[in-house]
């Protein structure tokens, strides 16, 4: 991604005593529905909990996160577009629901950029390939090599666009084949996968950490176009032996419905922003090992059209087809 997103922190962030809409209104009135499209206990799920407690001390009125995970995030997206553009309800949207459904949903029923207000960037994030520990490899030429000899025979599990994207664009690049297998979220694939009923799983960094130093799954390569800090003994795919790998991140970002007045884009976004850069939310960050990337409203828009281009190259190197 060759734009850098960033934002430096306003020399005041005046957020509940005066925002107030043109037709007089203050703004928050009431509490905040944030619609999450993630399983809860999920990466992104445990993000906004936190980033919704501190930006409701921000605001003077608390967030409160709804569920809605399944369908690729299409529920959610369906109600948050539905809702009265008031700043009232926001959605907490990332590559699938904002960027990848584009491509994979046929007569997708709702326009990420036609029908959302940008509000803030969240997060950008790698994904780490990932094994059950008792198959009997430890490299991703391994793999591989294990895959081309059992076409159809190893399964993986599915919890967002980001897994299905990135197993995708490997079987096209190498040649092997696999089975898809289709969960709410990423937890319960993770689950399935230390439960060795799932070969491989194409995961968040947070999610897998914990079971790797367990020794319950094995790392094979990272999504990332450089090693990840957090994990430096790991390769990239082009670095373990696939040339050509696409490097796939997952973002994360805070959307409201189209029309929204800017004086509630505004206070949400520096509420967030407060959240995201304060020492308690960096602190965060860095124990769910995530990177803190904030954005202007304008800035979002613009990297969301472009992950909207970058998604569509993706897929169609993949061979993926809509659904």
């Not at 904002?98 to 994979?104: E, K, R, T």
């Not at 960050?285 to 409203?297: I, L």
């Given at each position: 991604?060759?734009?850098?997103?960033?934002?430096?922190?306003?020399?005041?962030?005046?957020?509940?005593?005066?925002?107030?809409?043109?037709q007089g209104e203050r703004f928050p009135s009431r509490p905040i529905q944030v619609i999450s499209?993630?399983?809860?206990?999920?990466?992104?799920?445990?993000?906004?909990?936190?980033?919704?407690?501190?930006?409701?001390?921000?605001?003077?009125?608390?967030?409160?996160?709804?569920?809605?995970?399944?369908?690729?995030?299409?529920?959610?997206?369906?109600?948050?577009?539905?809702?009265?553009?008031?700043?009232?309800?926001?959605?907490?949207?990332?590559?699938?629901?904002?960027?990848?459904?584009?491509?994979?949903?046929?007569?997708?029923?709702?326009?990420?950029?036609?029908?959302?207000?940008?509000?803030?960037?969240?997060?950008t994030n790698p994904l780490v390939l990932v094994v059950r520990s008792s198959l009997p490899v430890?490299?991703?030429?391994?793999?591989?090599?294990?895959?081309?000899?059992?076409?159809?025979?190893?399964?993986?599990?599915?919890?967002?666009?980001?897994?299905?994207?990135?197993?995708?664009?490997?079987?096209?690049?190498?040649?092997?084949?696999?089975?898809?297998?289709?969960?709410?979220g990423a937890s319960d694939a993770m689950s399935e996968l230390i439960a060795e009923r799932l070969?491989?799983?194409?995961?968040?960094?947070?999610?897998?950490?914990?079971?790797?130093?367990?020794?319950?799954?094995?790392?094979?390569?990272?999504?990332?176009?450089?090693?990840?800090?957090?994990?430096?003994?790991?390769?990239?795919?082009?670095?373990?032996?696939?040339?050509?790998?696409?490097?796939?991140?997952?973002?994360?970002?805070?959307?409201?419905?189209?029309?929204?007045?800017?004086?509630?884009?505004?206070?949400?976004?520096?509420?967030?922003?407060?959240?995201?850069?304060?020492?308690?939310?960096?602190?965060?960050?860095?124990?769910?090992?995530?990177?803190?990337?904030?954005?202007?409203?304008?800035?979002?828009?613009?990297?969301?059209?472009?992950?909207?281009?970058?998604?569509?190259?993706?897929?169609?190197?993949?061979?993926?087809?809509?659904?």
């Open positions: 991604m060759k734009r850098r997103y960033f934002l430096s922190l306003p020399a005041a962030l005046l957020i509940s005593a005066g925002n107030v809409h043109a499209t993630a399983s809860p206990g999920s990466q992104s799920d445990t993000l906004l909990r936190f980033l919704a407690a501190e930006a409701g001390k921000a605001l003077g009125q608390p967030l409160v996160v709804v569920s809605k995970p399944s369908a690729a995030g299409t529920i959610g997206a369906d109600q948050a577009k539905r809702a009265p553009p008031d700043g009232h309800t926001l959605i907490f949207g990332g590559n699938t629901v904002m960027a990848a459904n584009v491509h994979l949903i046929k007569n997708l029923g709702y326009d990420p950029v036609r029908d959302f207000e940008a509000i803030t960037l969240v997060t430890k490299t991703l030429p391994e793999f591989i090599a294990y895959a081309k000899t059992r076409p159809g025979q190893l399964n993986y599990g599915v919890g967002n666009a980001g897994n299905k994207v990135a197993v995708g664009l490997l079987e096209s690049l190498t040649g092997i084949k696999t089975v898809e297998i289709g969960f709410k070969d491989f799983y194409v995961s968040d960094p947070l999610i897998a950490d914990p079971f790797l130093k367990q020794g319950s799954i094995r790392a094979l390569a990272v999504t990332a176009p450089v090693r990840l800090p957090s994990m430096r003994a790991l390769p990239t795919m082009p670095e373990a032996g696939v040339p050509g790998y696409q490097a796939i991140t997952t973002f994360l970002g805070f959307y409201a419905p189209r029309g929204t007045p800017k004086t509630a884009i505004t206070a949400l976004h520096d509420a967030f922003v407060q959240a995201i850069t304060s020492p308690q939310g960096q602190e965060q960050f860095v124990k769910m090992g995530m990177v803190a990337k904030t954005s202007s409203p304008e800035e979002l828009a613009a990297f969301t059209r472009e992950q909207i281009a970058i998604w569509a190259q993706l897929v169609k190197v993949s061979g993926m087809q809509a659904q």
